[in-house]
């Protein structure tokens, strides 16, 4: 465990772990960014700006022994944490996150980001004598690790309830699928809904009645679950596939049918012709 009192040797690992774990963090949003998130509206470029600040941050932490970028980097960390939990738990910007293992993962670098950038900036105030003016108990080595861990634990313990609602039935599937396909008007164009009216779309890589889009694809681009019956307006053929976990899924004209996380209302396409989870996304067009 590390020691407060001990030299700038610990202070120097302290400062490399902290940082590294920050391009850890940012690295995977940069991730999620790239496959997914930049076509969501604000949560987007706030991925973008996140990953950039924390970059940025872990060399501010590398560069210098202060405390202040080491303190910054330590709220930056759990402050991103808050931010996942808020957006999975209440939404955020009209966007509501489900919980998935690369959010649980990002997660727990961050808690660990914390524990270091914190130890890391309470070691080098007690070093240029900045706590000196503190009484004798708040000074104290005992106190500052405490402190510590008992804000690791409360963010531990958030994110293992987080990791019990990521292990239920994933809210976004239920929500997707419809007894009905409909159609609306979105930018002049008819396009197909589902019965919520949220936008419906198909993945270029799929073959005919085949669905190639799982693990974080399928969370990211629910599957329509079928069957579905046509509404007023709707041209083509609707049916069904089986998907390997047994469910099934709509398809038109033999194309899998899926909804898209980032579309939170009627008349959004945020899915439409863009290049994620491994291929095109198009909205399916309904011609009269």
């Known amino acids: 465990m590390w020691n407060p009192g001990s030299g700038g040797r610990d202070l120097l690992a302290l400062r490399v772990v902290g940082a590294g774990l920050l391009v850890a963090t940012a690295a995977i949003h940069l991730d999620l960014y790239l496959t997914g998130y930049r076509t969501i509206p ?7 700006l996140q990953l950039i600040v924390a ?8 560069a210098t022994s202060n405390w202040l970028p080491a303190a910054v980097g330590a709220v930056f960390a759990l402050s991103v944490l808050g931010g996942y939990l808020l957006t999975v738990w209440i939404g955020l910007f009209g966007f509501k ?3 998935t293992t690369a959010g649980i993962a990002a997660g727990i670098v961050e808690v660990a980001a914390f524990a270091a950038l914190a130890s890391a900036a309470i070691l080098s105030a007690r070093r240029q004598g900045l706590l000196t003016g503190l009484p004798a108990s708040l000074q104290s080595a005992r106190i500052s690790v405490g ?3 008992a804000a690791c634990a409360v963010a531990i313990v958030l ?3 987080d990791l019990a609602e990521a292990g239920s039935p994933a809210p976004p ?3 997707s699928g419809s007894a009905v396909v409909k159609t609306a008007k979105i930018g002049g164009a008819t396009v197909l809904t589902n019965a919520a009216g949220l936008t419906v779309y198909v993945f270029v890589p799929d ?3 085949k669905s190639t889009c799982y693990g974080s694809c399928a969370v990211y681009w629910p599957p329509v679950k079928g069957p579905v019956s046509a509404g007023p307006g709707v041209t083509g053929h609707l049916g069904t596939i089986t998907r390997t976990d047994g469910t099934k899924q709509a398809t038109y004209n033999g194309h899998p049918l899926y909804t898209y996380i980032a579309d939170s209302a009627p008349g959004q396409a945020h899915g439409n012709n863009v290049n994620l989870n491994g291929g095109l996304w198009f909205d399916v067009k309904v011609t009269g």
């Open 159 to 161: 994110l293992a309830v």
């Open 55 to 62: 970059f940025v941050l872990a060399a501010a932490v590398l």
């Open 97 to 99: 996150e489900v919980s």
């Open 173 to 175: 599937a239920t929500a």
């Open 42 to 48: 604000t949560i987007g470029w706030l991925f973008l």
């Open 207 to 209: 073959p005919l009645n």
């Open 147 to 149: 402190a510590v861990g």
